[in-house]
């Protein structure tokens, strides 16, 4: 198992819609692959994670709730589409691919997603809630959307100079990981 480095905003693989999964050409490398997104995500204390905030162009993603008031949530989801959203949400979000930004995003409060899991079985989840929103931000990722492209315009060109500042933050980060020990 291995913590792989996530891609920040600006990475031209975060804002492309990945491909389609074969079940078949992947499930070889699917059990690795999906230790490593889930041992990511623990790393840096997140709760849903796309392939390609991993840098692959994969219509899947990862998602890891721990909820006081109900089961734990981990899953995979290959392939995922939504088939029904009722309700709205307006809440604060975050994303590994934006460290240290958080933004208010309008989403769906309840969504029902059919996809396949990580045997390559068919599965459909009915979510509400903070897993409703994961999914939706997750889902976002695979089709290249990110959470700040659903703020209005103005709002997005008063994020302009924060974002700068961040991603000098990130690409420091990125460098003092690169020296050696
Ligand atoms: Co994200």
């Known amino acids: 198992m291995a913590i ?6 600006g990475e031209k693989i975060l804002h492309r819609k990945t491909r389609k999964v074969s079940f078949d050409e992947l499930k070889k490398d699917l059990p690795a692959l999906l230790a490593d997104m889930f041992e990511t995500m623990d790393a ?3 709760i849903g994670l796309a392939a390609n905030q991993i840098g692959l162009s994969l219509r899947l993603a990862a ?20 088939v029904e959203k009722t309700g709205s949400l307006y809440e604060e979000e975050g994303c590994l691919s934006f460290p240290g930004l958080f933004a208010k995003v309008r989403r769906a409060a309840k ?30 990722h695979l089709d290249g959307i990110v959470f700040i492209d659903h703020l209005p315009l103005m709002s997005r060109l008063k994020l302009k100079p924060t974002l700068v500042k961040l991603k000098a933050r990130w690409k420091k980060l990125d460098e003092s990981k690169m020296k050696p020990m």
Do not use: T, W
Not at 4 to 9: D, M, N, T
Not at 115 to 129: D, R, S
């Open 4 to 9: 792989r480095r996530i891609c920040k905003y």
């Open 44 to 46: 840096v204390g997140g």
């Open 63 to 82: 998602i890891k709730i721990k909820r006081e008031d109900a089961e734990p949530v981990s899953i995979v989801i290959i392939n995922p589409e939504i």
């Open 111 to 140: 969504v029902k997603v059919r996809a396949l899991n990580e045997k390559g079985l068919p599965i459909e989840i009915n979510a509400e809630g903070l897993f409703a929103k994961a999914l939706q931000h997750e889902m976002d």
